[in-house]
């Protein structure tokens, strides 16, 4: 990659020293450390070193730099985020020490898939295309840090709050119906009477708060304020034909309110000897039901549509033993906790009520497994795994190039339907992919290595959609060639789950939603880079640091012929400045050269065998170094590394713990381990571990 | 952060002002006469502007006089102090035909300047340099400081009794329609920018959107105020966490904002209706429907013109692509530009390296500043105190992250157009800066120093976090004085 001259890689090499690439080659290393040079002109002042982190990645097995950071091609387009848990030394962070625990008091802007099942509907609807969105530098959507409801975004949810009370508002026989309100008794007065009662009124009102809006006890001047609100509302109706615009008007006022937009995670009562207050019994009860569901206990069994029949819950909602144990304080009892989570966080269900939630209806949620798993759970593998933006990636182009089923049949369209969808009504590689983690976490066993062997996977059927059968069959006929399974398969879901040959398939990082969502649109571009860079940042915990500043992270044109392996070695491994901080990745992604861009299993490469093959050098633990003949080997050693599963843990505490791990966690981090080893890699006792710990039930004020 | 200066006794330390050719820096009063609207709109270009795409031939012509050899790039320029080209031939540049007359359309080209040489190293470079090209300064982590247009729209003058201070908006390819990466309130608190076109509509013109959407934009002023009560309520009470009420702090002063704005927009009906746009489900087929995003740039392109011809605001960002948002965009009605009118992401675009790929990205820019054109035209031809609205408008396109995919933020290319009653130099100029590295380059920041200066905040010294990034402080006195 002929960028830059000698000169100039000379003047950048310390840097990228001090940045903790390593370096290899002959380069020289002679210039001044202390200054920041421009690469490209030789100038001292006005110029961007490269940036990165305040500290490295942490140890490595081979004796590198414990304090630097690692390399990067920078080539991800992400933003720029906050600063990251993987800057912690890992081996030191998985210690119980006498540090206490120290998160924060704060306030929890509900999010817009919160806000969406707190008003009682579901994905899809105008309501669910709220602003409310997670800022997109927060590494985990459950972050809390910096979140705002400025004017712009005020401005937009002003156009959906007004919406937030329809559930309440419609017949008793219409579509989207809540059980809170049609199946309660006191309710009626107010939705029938030309001129309800003051009591009923107050029943509405404080009703409305505490099962529609704040979802815990309302205070008294609290249900006053909106008692105000809609008595000046009633006052202002004809008659009671516009009652249902009265309920949509008192509830967008109770959801203009603090106590509705957030909640709260203060603590309560006396400080302990570190100045924590503990998190009250709503605050813990509903800090869990959002980190297990994203939905508040209590929110609302909704009718969608007549034949679907209602969501889980009755006329008090969703997750009742909740809030029984919020209202009754055994919520503080660990094992009560135990008890919530393990009924709560997944399992087998054949009809799928958890679907009601889900986009489009029944005909897709009936080809979906038989496996659920909690809303916030899914949430958690979905961005960890960051696959379920696959869609919205740069499209594939060529997709069974060097597999087998290249130029065969209609698998070019059938696979941009498994993407897209948009065909018939099996679902798409990423509902397939959480397919398969929801099997392995209703199992609940050794659930890491789990997801990174096993070999059931939930494939998409074609029966029904051959030529002839269906006037679809371009787009659908050879939906299963992407895993590699021919011929045809059955419109069940035994015929759907498929045991994947060995020497092709193991985990989840070698599903095909995976791949296609770690890679660009081309076979030989340098996707081998970007999975690379996810293996060592999320599966490593380790930094990367950004794009140096006058490095042009491009391959050359003249090599659009060659396999990306080739590519990358030649023009990158080859080269020792760029090799500095690539060794940190490329040796993780050629493993994944054995499939394409799109994830099809390939057959050749250019001309010659796929090649897997890579030696893992500059690990953080000496279990992971050595050479791996593929994608399939390597995903094996990280099942049996202690340190990737070190990595997995903390990647569950930021998700639900909604925030970084700093070393005052480390005995919660310990006790989470501990649990998971305990229960032969239970998920749930992993879980059960962090919502007891104090890094979840206790807060500092500040 | 950023300072009033007394001229004449700072003019010394403004380090190669001489260079300029007799600038005059003392005493300087802002140009605008008093009452005259002072605007400013910025388009920023995501992932880069290619400078030979702007560059006019007589511009080209002239620096390659001065190199002694074709200039590929701005490490070729050998010139040693600003060059001016006065009547350039502007519109002959690849993307900047937009500017030549055609048919009804008035010509722009002796109303723009182009800038040439201006360098960002500072802010990095990279695939963005999200927040740094609009604060001048880093953004690792976040904004560093207020991005122009937040400073800009501060002003006095500039922000006059309009209802918005400033309007975000823009296209980008993204599952959000929130970009929070582009520009900043203040150092740490990041500004979205609007991303759809229908959601922009609704925010600037709901309230004459329809008969009904009158009565539900009066019916807000109720959820406005009783919101307001609630959270003072909330935070008279509130102690024992700093995080939480930093955030109903916010929330106050949005509802604050809002409640002002609101009653500030029912009064404005009769603007409003004479210059909404075409709202969504107005036409048929709907343009809002549209996944194109040079379709989109065009409708937001007019909810922002509209915006400034109603008063709504006189400072509007409208970003294309801007931050990572260029990354999936995918331009289905440029496919003949596309090399085998294979049309692919933004990404794998930008990362091709060959005339063919490079031609497609020339004509992207040149939709963008087509659009600004458009913008251009329809404020002059609308007259208000000291000429046209033109006249009063500074309009300047750029990227944000210099001279192409992978920049070394080493040129940052940019056209001005109209504002001449603020001072800036539009007369049909190119101006390019000694190169990167060089002593007479002069920085981004220099651009914006200018703009403050024109709308009647006097600043020398925007942007840098780091001051020892800082080459010279101070306007340029080549496009504005």
Redesign the interface.
Known sequence: MPRLSPLQRSLLLPVLVALGCPQGGDVATDADPGATADASTGATAGTGAPTTGDTGPGPTSSGTDPTGDTGDTGDTGEPPGEPSGNALDQNLLFTCDDRPALPPADLRLLDRQEWTRSVGSWTGTNLANNPLYPRASHRYSTYSDGEALDPSVLSLYLDVVGGAGTAWAIGKWDAGRVRTVIEDPECQCFLNDAAPSPECVDYFVRRYLEYGAVYRPAGDEQAAALREFADTVLAGEADVAQRPATIKRIAAAAWMTTAALYRPELGAGEPDEHGRLRLGDWELAQAIAYALTRAPAGTPSVNRYYEAGYTKGDVDGDLGDFLDAAADGTIQDPEVVAALVRAHFGGLDEERRDLLFEDRDARWWENQGEYWMATGVRAFFREWLDYAGLADKPPKVETAKTSAWWEVGTTELSYQNTVSGIYGTENTLVTQLDDMIARIVAADQDVFAQLLTSRLFYTPANAGYQEGESSISNSTADSPRVYGVAGITAQTREARWKQLPENERAGVLTHPAWLGAHSLSFENDPNLVHRGKWIREELLCQNIPDLPLNVDAMLSEASREQSARQRISEQIDADPYCAGCHQMMNPLGYPFEIYNHAGFLRIEDHGAAPNGTSVLANMPAPELDGPVTSAIDMSVRFAGSKYAKRCFVRQAFRFFAGREETMHDGCTLVAMETAYDDSDGSFAELLIALFNSDSFQTRVPE | MFTRRNFLTTAGLLTGAGLFGGAALTGRPTRAADGDPRRIVIFLEGNGIRPECVRDPLTLETLEGYAGKPIESN?DYGHDDPVLVSAAPLAEARSLAALAAKDDDISLVERACLVLGL?G????????T?FGALSAS?????PAGPTIETVLSAIPEVRGNTPFDAI?IGVG?A????N??SCA?DA??P??L?LSPA?SF??LF?SVASGEAGE?FE??K???E??L???M??LKGF??????RD??E??EA??L??LA?NDQILGMKGALQANKPLGPGESDPDPYASGDPLEQLRLQADIATASLLSGLTNVAVVSFGA??YY??L?YPSLSDFYPSK?V?????LR????PAFYETLHEVTSRGIGEMARMARALAARPEQGGTMLDNTLLLYMSDNGEK??S???EWAMLMLGGNNMGFKTDGRSVTYP????ENNR?TSNLFNSLLHGAGLPTDDFGHSNP????AEGPLAEVWS
Not at chain 2, 468 to 471: A, F
């Open positions: 490490r360098s190293t500072y802010l990095g470079g990279g695939h963005s999200d880093q953004a690792a982590g976040g975000r390819a599952t959000t329609p929130l929070y990466s309130f740490g608190k500004a979205p609007l959601a609704a925010s709901g539900e019916s807000r109720q959820l406005l009783f919101a009560e609630d959270v309520r909330e102690g024992g966490s700093k995080r939480g955030k109903l916010t929330y949005s509802l904002t809002m704005r931050g990572s990354w999936s995918e294979q692919i992401g933004g990404h794998d990362h091709g390296e060959s995919h992978h070394n933020a080493e190169k990167s590295g060089h920085q020892v990034t800082r080459i």
